[in-house]
């Protein structure tokens, strides 16, 4: 149990142009999912906190509108990265929360952006 | 500000021998910590995790210790097998608040067969 799966598993496109990655928890409901990145060999860096919805909370430092996140249901959260540059190629990961009282998360298998 | 900090970027150890992995946080309002392996372009997959109301977990092979006072935990392998060998992420959470994970900056364990 407890699976969660990420689409596409890379994608590489045109500079300027805008990038949806799916995350889906296929056998639970998840309340929160989170958005993390990691650049080459450095440690995974959470973006934002998605909660079913509501407006999803930003770690300092992430452009929200740059990086557009959508959780319109208790088993789907979409991250839009919007007209992508080539700094923004990365490794995206999300995760999925259990419900109170457990909350342990689960992760996805990650989305390779590469923009050229 | 790095929270949570590995100090070891990477580690060899022998086929059968014992790996520790360390980890260290700064913020005494997180409560509960896990260790996550991961390969190359593939998410983590979690390992062990414990509440910060104990100072020892085990599972199998891996058994994880939590030193609160020095706010340090560490992660033991044994045997450590050929396996093994991939990146090491401890995370840590403050259970009171929104229960973000915030993760180590990794260490790399390579096991030799």
Redesign the interface.
């Known amino acids: 149990g407890a699976v ?1 799966s ?1 689409h596409p598993s890379r994608v590489i496109c045109k500079s300027g142009t805008s990038v949806k990655i799916e995350c889906r928890s296929l056998d639970f409901q998840a309340t ?1 999912m ?1 958005w ?1 990145r990691q650049f080459p ?6 973006m934002a ?1 998605s909660n079913e919805g509501s407006k999803a ?1 930003y770690e300092q430092g992430v452009e929200k509108d740059k990086f557009l996140i959508n959780h319109a249901s208790l088993t789907l959260s979409t991250l839009t990265v919007t007209s992508a540059h080539p700094e923004d190629s990365s ?1 995206y ?1 999300c ?1 999925a ?1 259990l419900p109170a009282p457990y ?8 989305t ?1 952006l590469t923009v050229l | 500000d790095q929270q949570v900090k590995q100090n070891s970027p990477s580690l060899s150890v022998q086929e059968g021998r014992i790996s520790i992995l360390n980890c260290d946080y700064t913020n005494s309002m997180f409560d509960y910590f896990l260790w996550y392996k991961k390969y190359p372009a593939e998410g983590p997959t979690f390992l062990i995790s414990i509440s910060s109301i104990k100072d020892k977990n085990e599972d199998g092979r891996f058994t994880v210790f939590l030193n609160k006072s020095a706010k340090h935990l560490s992660l033991h392998i044994v045997p450590s097998q050929p396996g093994d060998s991939a990146v090491y992420f401890c995370a840590a959470s403050d259970t009171s608040g929104t229960y973000k994970y915030i993760f180590g900056t990794g260490t790399r364990l390579k096991v030799l067969a």
């Open positions: 969660v990420q929160t989170f993390y060999k450095q440690s995974l860096m959470l906190t909370t490794f990961i995760s929360s909350n342990e998360q689960f992760f996805g298998p990650g390779r």
